[in-house]
């Protein structure tokens, strides 16, 4: 929702937030939410 902006503001650190404590649950949710950190970090490197 906050990386896309999805009824919220548009939030990439809130988004990662989010996604590190989904991760911290483990599973296949945990999976996915690492995934989806990797790419927004990425893409905000790319930023500058």
Known sequence: MY??????????KAAIYW???AAA?????GN?????????EHNNSEQG
């Open 19 to 21: 996604w590190q404590k």
């Open 3 to 12: 990386a896309n902006g999805q009824g919220v503001d548009k939030n990439n």
């Open 32 to 40: 996915i939410a690492r995934h989806n950190i990797t790419i927004v």
């Open 25 to 29: 649950q483990g599973g296949e949710y």
